[in-house]
């Protein structure tokens, strides 16, 4: 089963006035196990940065001034993705509302809503009357993200994948198929500021089938998508 853990930033909270994605990043999950393989792309919202909206993330308008616009990465991004994996979120409704509204601009096909699973209303189903931000999970499960000194979608993406597979019950362990992570170690230093997932093998409970119709499937996106940019 392939999963994709995602998260946004943003120029702020509503499509609707304008605001838009600055920044993707996706871990992918396989089984319940992190392969290794990550999205990362940082976007020109093609307009200015709300002052209120770098104080979270840092990301301003001359660093994006440089990026690609969304239409011109929406096709990778959707190749990384897939048609059916489910994509874990916290606070599903707002990245989804981003995301599908920006690929409506880009003449893109949408998100179907249910492939959403939204660790929001999961911690809060789990722990009513408890806080459920991403930060107090991580202090409930004793997640260390001291590195989290502002908001960032790769980053963000990492920490939640940790939360998920804590909601789901608690890691396994793992042994068994071990994936190639030779795109990862070529990423461009440039970007080694950001943390990045470890490499970890796949559980031996997966089927050959499973682990063969993974194999396709990555060979199948080959050069369309971006890892660890």
Not at 72 to 98: W, Y
Not at 103 to 128: E, S, V
Not at 166 to 177: A, D, N, S, T, Y
Not at 191 to 204: E, H, K, Q
Request: contains cysteine; glycine residues 6%.
């Amino acid at each position: 089963m392939r999963e994709i853990v995602l998260d946004t930033e943003t120029t702020g909270f509503e499509p609707t006035e304008g605001h838009r994605i600055v920044e993707i990043g996706a871990i992918e999950l396989f089984n319940h196990v992190p392969t290794g393989r990550t999205y990362h792309q940082y976007i020109n919202p093609e307009r200015d940065m709300p002052t209120e909206a770098f104080e979270v993330h840092g990301l301003g308008n001359d660093f994006l001034r440089d990026k690609p616009v969304f239409t011109a990465i929406a096709q990778d991004f959707l190749d990384f993705i897939g048609e059916e994996a489910k994509l874990v979120i916290h606070n599903a409704a707002f990245d989804m509302k981003f995301l599908n509204a920006e690929l409506g601009w880009a003449k893109k096909p949408l998100i179907a809503n249910d492939r959403a699973l939204d660790t929001l209303m999961m911690a809060r189903r789990r722990f009513p009357g408890s806080p459920a931000s991403l930060d107090a999970l991580c202090r409930r499960f004793n997640i260390d993200n001291s590195s989290r000194t502002l908001h960032g979608a790769l980053l963000d993406s990492e920490i939640l994948a940790d939360v998920y597979l804590e909601l789901i019950g608690g890691r396994q362990p793992v042994f068994g198929l071990t994936v190639d992570t030779s795109r990862a170690k070529n990423a461009s230093a440039e970007d080694d500021w950001r943390p990045r997932p470890r490499p970890v093998p796949l559980p031996s409970c997966i089927t050959p089938e499973e682990a063969e119709a993974h194999a396709a499937f990555v060979t199948k996106l080959g050069e369309k998508a971006i890892w660890n940019r």
